[in-house]
């Protein structure tokens, strides 16, 4: 790896967030916990040097490599080409920014992507995650590396420590859990934090008429002031403190409770009450 990198004249960068695997049996065994199949289509963001780009061409699954970075990009392919030249033709590459990618950017040749498996940069993990899952609704899993903190955050349940408002996001969309750790020593250049892997599974949003922007605009209100009652960092987002009471009733919340005790569903319920409270 460092010497494809030498060849690219490449230095990792830390506002890329790049943090490239040079360790094979790290991604062969995010590879194999992936459970890819030569049906699906995996979307990588941030294939780097390509290193688990190769794990993942594998397992006879299709890869698309979004890569920001231009000189990475225009490489993968040669050296996917290089190092398995029955898959080259499995593996797509888009030149893009994962914060902006659309369902409408892919490569209409290609199915749309059914697994997220990625090395994901860790400056800007959980937009780009809750971005992508928002944007191509065929994602129906995924396996990503993120830093350890954030994958204890985005997994928590209601009630810990960890729980907040990237939990609840990615909870519309998804059940998640920690699949386990990463050491340090699998990276170059080695990151000054820990390492995990998250997996999680779409499921559906939950039922009601409130809709997903309305209940992340809630979310955000709630959480601005976790310390607070609900009646009470809800003022605003209601119009008042006892409008904001009366809509956590309607809901059957309790208006003394805190936001972290709150799971995806109940914050649904409440977005609910919005329209005849505050207009």
């Known amino acids: 790896m460092r010497q494809l990198a030498e060849r690219l004249g490449l230095r990792p960068t830390k506002r890329l967030g790049q943090n490239f695997v ?18 699906d289509l995996a979307l990588e963001i941030g294939p780097g040097l390509g290193s688990l780009t190769l794990a993942l061409l594998s397992t006879g699954a299709s890869v698309l490599a979004v890569e920001i970075d231009p000189t990475l990009a225009e490489a993968l392919p040669a050296t996917v080409a290089a190092r398995a030249p029955a898959a080259a033709r499995r593996l797509t590459v888009l030149p893009s920014d994962a914060m902006t990618l659309r369902s409408s ?17 860790y400056n800007v993990a959980v937009p780009v995650l809750l971005s992508v899952l928002a944007e191509l609704p065929t994602l129906r899993r995924g396996l990503v590396m993120v830093q350890l903190e954030i994958v204890d955050r985005l997994a928590a349940p209601p009630g810990s420590r960890a729980y907040g408002a990237p939990s609840v996001k990615l909870a519309w969309y998804a059940a998640a859990r920690r699949a386990g750790l990463v050491p340090r020593a699998v990276f170059w250049p080695v990151p000054g934090v820990d390492s995990a892997l998250l997996e999680f599974h779409r499921h559906e949003p939950p039922p009601g008429p409130a809709t997903r922007a309305e209940v992340f605009a809630l979310v955000d209100a709630a959480f601005a002031q976790r310390r607070k009652t609900l009646r009470a960092a809800l003022a605003s987002w209601a119009g008042s403190a006892p409008d904001a009471e009366d809509a956590l009733r309607a809901a059957g919340i309790d208006p003394t409770t805190r936001a972290e005790r709150l799971s995806v569903a109940e914050f649904a319920r409440i977005a609910e009450q919005r329209p005849l409270t505050h207009t």
């Not at 062969?28 to 199949?37: V, Y």
């Not at 950017?105 to 940069?121: F, G, H, M, W």
């Open 22 to 39: 040079h360790d094979a049996n790290t991604v062969r065994r995010i590879a194999r916990l992936a459970q890819l199949s030569p049906g």
């Open 105 to 121: 950017d892919l490569p209409e040749e290609r199915a749309q992507p059914t697994a997220l498996v990625a090395n994901l940069p």
